[in-house]
């Protein structure tokens, strides 16, 4: 059930890919837009949770479909692309999610590490991008919103491969937006700082770890740091999404929005 209000035909025969929906922001927004009447098409690469956000989906009345993937492997997501593309004549929004995070020290990443996350958050997102631009363009219709982070805006101590990976994201999402303006598409991201997902439990319980905190006081210094007081719900942000892969957001392009309590 969506704590804020649904406008229940606004996506209404509209198709929505979204990659990173097995959890947290990524399932949230498939449920709203399936909730306003979208065919949800969910990707993750965890097919267990993929298959919840199906669950919680159907038994909202919605419709989705899922495509299980590892979006760092370039040909499989090619050829995923191309068999949704073949079923689906038109994508009419795309809202990427996926996304990893690290708390590590510069001097202890390794390049495996560095390099996933460079490839989860950015390339593969932009090899994601390129097959179902090029259908937008034909069709004249679009709405790309990526979820970044406040930290593609301002560096973080400790995220320096995150930090760069959602800078890149940033100025991919701009750049694209200019090149793609006069074919009827709309490129945004959207900045989150704080949301409470596993992922940001993962977060406060690696820094309690460094810090030698239990997890309730490493949260507690995790919320002080948010003028608004509490941390953001995935609700919050999409809520943003939506907006943002509606109409209503038509004059809206190439920005980079944050969502962060204030932060
Ligand atoms: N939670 C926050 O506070 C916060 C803050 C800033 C930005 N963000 C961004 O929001 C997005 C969603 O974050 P979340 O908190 O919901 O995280 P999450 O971990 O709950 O969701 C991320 C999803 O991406 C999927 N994924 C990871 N690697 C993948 C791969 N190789 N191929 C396909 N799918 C893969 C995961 O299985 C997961 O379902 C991320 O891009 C994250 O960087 C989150």
Known sequence: MSIYRVF???????????????????????????????????CDINEKELEETAENIKKLGGHSESHVFDITHTRQVFEKMNSILHTHAQIHVLVHSVGIGYETQFIDIDEEEWIRCININLNGIVFMTQPIAKNMIKNRYGKIVNVSSQAGKFGRSLHTHYSASKFGLNGFTQSLAL?????????NA?????????????????????????????????IRGIPIGRMGLPEDVSALVTFLASDEASYITGQCISISGGR
């Open 8 to 42: 229940r035909d606004r996506f209404k025969d509209y198709k929505v890919l979204i990659s990173g929906a097995g959890n947290g922001i990524g399932r949230t927004c498939a449920i709203r837009f399936a909730q306003e009447g979208a065919h949800c098409l969910i």
């Open 190 to 222: 959207v900045c989150p700082s704080r949301i409470h997902t596993k992922m940001i439990t993962a977060l406060i319980e690696e820094r309690a770890r460094i810090s030698r905190k239990t997890y309730e006081e490493a949260k507690e210094e995790y």
């Open 179 to 187: 090149e793609v303006a006069k074919y009827g598409i709309n490129v």
